[in-house]
């Protein structure tokens, strides 16, 4: 049974930093690239980040470029967003999954609140 679990979220002041863990199992972590996406209400989930089997490459929204950081620890079954400098318009529920994402991989995410 694929899992993925997200955690690390919660309510945080502009300009401050989260970092949010995702913990894999059920599948062979290594062999995959990882993502994270978000979901503000009302809106598309919308890509994040990513990171490729290896950790060698990565990509990022615009939006965060500068700001966030994927990483991952195969060894953990574990893939990482650290967040900086974060601002409101980051506020969304935080998702890991494979990349590209799988549709019966989404798990039950991590509030992110960014308000003064």
């Known amino acids: 049974e694929v899992q993925l679990v997200e955690s690390g979220g919660g309510m945080v002041q502009p300009g401050g930093s989260l970092r949010l863990s995702c913990a894999a199992s059920g599948f062979t972590f290594s062999n995959y690239d990882m993502s994270w996406f978000r979901q503000a209400p009302g809106k598309e989930r919308e890509f994040v980040a990513a990171?490729?089997?290896?950790?060698?490459?990565?990509n990022y929204a615009d939006s965060v470029k500068g700001r966030f950081a994927i990483s991952r620890i195969n060894a953990k079954n574990t893939v990482y967003l650290q967040m900086n400098s974060l601002k409101p318009e980051d506020t969304a529920v935080y998702y890991c999954?494979?990349?590209?994402?799988?549709?019966?991989?989404w798990g039950q995410g991590t509030q992110v609140t960014v308000s003064s």
């Open positions: 990171i490729s089997w290896s950790g060698g490459n990565r």
């Open positions: 999954n494979t990349h590209p994402p799988s549709p019966g991989y």
